[in-house]
């Protein structure tokens, strides 16, 4: 069996789509993931002009020296752009492998390490009391955790609130949204969200946050203790993590847990958070990780230092990245949460699917591969519309994290 075709499509259902399919020679077929939010031509072009010439011919099944191939053998390493397409071709070769041994893919993963994958959805409001609103929304759902994000006083507006009650999609057609900042506005407020909450809910849903990236690390560290009373599940990226060091200085000041590593692309990125167990939840994903293959060894790296995942999936990836996800989920031993956002009506009609929501948990599907599959014609009707993410600045005009 070889590769003998590679197409790339790129749809907006919804939101913009990056899909690698491969064909074998057979007639089977693999779907990857190669959506990188605001840069989806760039991966769209690495792919086929650089990628994909070098994966005609190619065994499937040789899914370790395929990835060490255009990994090491492209010379320049790591780098969005670059591990994103790499994610892409790794996870349509498990696909089609899986397929050829008519496998779910997580029994080639070492099968089912637990009944469920718990996942947390977003919660958000303009104020306290919508935020809370909404919360109570999700736990009616059957949700056992809850991600939640409010509007700040004084802030026109604030990461993780939508302004019209929809699903928060921050990627927005034109040139990108400039938002408005404040870190003390924001320090001062969220510990009188949990405080709601918690008084609402008591203490038994999971609740947790994301301050992402927009805290010094002193700061993060007083955010972390000032939020203990609380319990929360995790404070989720609360500062740039370029300088890893920085979460040993937040480590030093609360025992709230972080997680960290949406935006990571490669081991080298938290091998140090890891190994200094600075952290306590790693978000790489199976997408802007490299696929499949690299990830399973930085989970298992991970789980020598008491470190979990906690995959990032938020709707910039598709439902391919989304069903790949929860068969790695289900399998690896340190599994810690997945997050899980509700797609577009018509990304779910372009990306069939057999993976479900069931009591706080999601399944994968038990069809053989990762149980996603791509409609082209439907995908067709949908062209891609360039769109950018928002960019932050300071109350005084500097530009800051978003």
Sequence with gaps: MKVAEAQVF???????????????????????????????????????????????????????????YVYRGAYWR?????????????????????????TPLYNLLGGKSRHGVMVYSHANGRDLEETADAVAKYIEQGYLAVRAQTGVPGLPSTYGVSADKTAYEPAKAGLPEEHVWSTEKYMR?????????????????HLLHDAHHRLTPIQAGRLGKDLEPYRLFWLEDPTPAELQEGFGVIRQHTTTPLAVGEVFDSVWDCYKLIREQW??????????????????????????????????????????TMGTALHFDIAVHNFGIQEYMHFAPATEEVFPHDYRFEGGYMHPGESAGHGVGFNEKLAARYPYQRAYLPVNRKLDGTLWNW
């Design 10 to 68: 790129v749809c907006c259902p919804g939101r913009n789509f990056v899909t690698l399919k491969l064909t074998t020679d057979d007639g089977l077929v693999g779907y990857g993931d190669a959506t990188l939010n605001g840069r989806e031509l760039a991966v769209a072009s690495y792919l086929s002009d650089h990628v994909l010439p070098c994966i005609i011919g190619r065994d499937p099944f040789q899914t370790e020296d395929t990835w060490q």
């Design 78 to 102: 790591k780098g969005p752009v670059t591990m994103t397409a790499i994610a892409a071709v790794d996870v349509a070769l498990w696909d089609i492998k899986a397929k050829a041994l008519n």
């Design 189 to 205: 407020h969220v510990p009188l969200l949990f405080e709601k909450l918690r008084a609402r809910f008591g203490f038994e849903p």
């Design 279 to 320: 952290i306590d939840y790693l978000r790489m994903d199976v997408l802007h990780g490299g696929g499949v293959t690299p990830m399973q060894k930085i989970a298992a790296y991970a789980d020598m230092h008491h470190v979990q995942t906690g995959s990032h999936g938020a709707t910039d990836l598709s439902p391919i």
